[in-house]
């Protein structure tokens, strides 16, 4: 069964003007005062669109710091009071939904942590249904596709139309520079899943610091997101969580102002008609690409039916090495990436194998 959704434009539940969203405020609301002076400055900018704040903070270890829970609800009034911006807030359960609500939080968002968990979507769906509020759904800490479409179709299943993906990038257990790294190509297929579905960007949670953000929202914009969602806090290095990832407002409202939004498509008919032809020859080099490689596999085959003739095995490490190593090589001369070339040949060496294995098999029944 293909997964289909239907979700409604981000413009029908929060005016952006056509610009991408904007939610941006603490990780966590520490004291009232904290929360309403960042909201306030955040407001001042003049483009943002919404306060987020964490109210029930999961972490990873007892002990962390895990929100000020219920008794910060009511800053959150007073700070919607003042800058008469609509307010978002993590929910992990029916009770913080239920909350939320009678306090007048305006957007829900589902954390990494939750969203890892089929039960705690579904009690969350159960308790969202015949509510009409904006939820917000972010990838799974792991990177499982399968996972954060499942959390979609659960709270879809109970009626909520107003939905987005927030991407935050994945724990894979391997060494990067960033705290969640990106994987990109994730959020990409989860937008070809559900084409209607607004991805909003979470650069924050990507990077851990600050250092790295403008990079990651830029690269979000670049990929055409219809969102950003950054933390911002008065005074980032005293933040009781997530110290080293937050900016000030003022340096947040800068880190905007230099981020190049540039056209999914352009009015200009010259530049239209550039890029078809462009496209056009890209088309003819990928026809050229995959002949290549349906020729490149009638070899492999060959080679197969000579290697089982001569009972020799399929797989030969040195060959393989050599051929790893001087197409990595090759590549690197021709002004590739020499990451890609070693990628793809790893998938091409798979292929190979599993047909060179089909040919044995295949040989054998019929000896
Ligand atoms: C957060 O937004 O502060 C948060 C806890 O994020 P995540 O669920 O992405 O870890
Ligand atoms: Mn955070």
């Not at 219920?70 to 003042?82: C, F, M, S, V």
């Not at 609500?101 to 969202?128: C, H, M, S």
């Not at 990838?139 to 993906?165: C, H, M, Q, S, Y």
């Not at 088309?283 to 349906?294: F, M, T």
């Amino acid at each position: 069964m293909k997964p289909s959704l239907e979700v409604l434009p981000l413009n029908s539940w929060i005016d952006t003007n056509g610009k991408p969203l904007i939610i941006a405020g603490p990780c966590s609301a520490e004291t009232e005062e904290q929360l309403v002076e960042t909201a306030r400055q955040l407001s001042r900018l003049g483009t943002v669109h919404a306060i987020r704040a964490g109210v029930w903070k999961p972490r990873t270890r007892p002990g962390s710091f895990e929100g000020m829970g219920k008794e910060a609800l009511p800053w959150i009034q007073r700070a919607k009071e003042e800058t008469g911006l609509p307010f978002a807030v993590e929910v992990a359960t029916p009770e913080h939904i239920e909350l939320a609500l009678k306090y007048g939080v305006d957007i829900l968002w589902v954390g990494a942590r939750t969203t890892v968990n089929p039960f705690n979507v579904q009690e969350i769906a159960d308790a969202l249904r015949g509510v009409d509020v904006p939820v917000l759904v972010k990838n799974p800490v792991n990177p499982d596709l399968a996972l954060w479409i499942g959390a979609f179709e659960r709270i879809a299943g109970a009626g909520i139309t107003k939905l987005a993906a927030i991407h935050r990038g994945f724990s894979t257990g391997e060494a990067s520079k960033y705290r969640n790294i990106p994987l990109w190509q994730m959020a990409i297929e989860l937008k070809s899943t559900f084409p209607d579905l607004p991805i909003i960007g979470d650069p924050s949670h990507m990077a851990g610091k600050r250092a790295y953000l403008q990079e990651l929202a830029q690269m979000a914009m670049d990929l055409n997101y219809d969102g950003l969602i950054v933390e911002s806090h008065i005074d980032p290095d005293k933040a009781w969580s997530d110290a080293a990832q937050q900016l000030t407002p003022a340096a947040f409202g800068e880190m905007l102002e230099h981020l190049h939004i540039r056209n999914v498509d352009s009015p200009n008919v010259d530049f239209k008609g550039a890029m078809e032809q462009i496209r056009q020859k890209i088309d003819n080099v990928d026809r050229q690409l995959i002949e290549v490689l349906a020729a490149r596999m009638a070899l492999v085959e060959k080679l197969a039916e000579y290697k089982k003739e001569n009972n020799v095995t399929i797989f030969q490490p040195d060959r393989w090495k050599e051929v790893h190593e001087s197409r990595a090589k090759l590549g690197k001369k021709m002004g590739l990436y020499p990451e890609l070339v070693e990628e793809i040949y790893k998938i091409i060496h798979m292929e190979s194998i599993r047909k060179q294995t089909e040919v044995m098999n295949s040989n054998e029944q019929s000896a």
